[in-house]
């Protein structure tokens, strides 16, 4: 009777085990963290075409652009941020890349 309680164990510990392995590896589960990571992914994706027509919309924000050196675009999108309201929480890694569609935009402007 006892070998068969050990084997029995031992037999769960490793089915969950292989569950787990499974279930994080190809069957696509997710920890918190990794889920917070891709809805933050998201929202970014979503809000970038917002903010690049809202800050070319904005004559005193194209008229920043228009000094700054392409790589400091995402300065005027930190202060245009924060003139809005309650979007200077927004993290540098997305300023960044607003700046880059900025700049991308108004290149090809340029080229038409």
Request: aromatic fraction near 8%; include cysteine.
């Amino acid at each position: 009777m006892q070998e068969k309680w050990t084997y029995g164990l031992w037999g769960a510990a490793l089915g969950a085990g292989a569950c787990m392995i499974i279930g994080f590896w190809p069957g696509g589960w997710q920890t918190s963290g990794g889920s917070a990571r891709q809805a933050e992914a998201a929202v970014s994706a979503a809000l970038l075409p917002v903010c690049v027509d809202a800050i070319l919309a904005n004559p005193a924000a194209v008229a920043a652009l228009k000094t700054k050196r392409t790589h400091d675009y995402d300065d005027v999108v930190r202060d245009h941020l924060t003139s809005v309201g309650n979007m200077a929480t927004l993290d540098y890694v997305f300023r960044r890349a607003c700046g880059k569609a900025i700049e991308a935009r108004l290149a090809k402007a340029a080229s038409k």
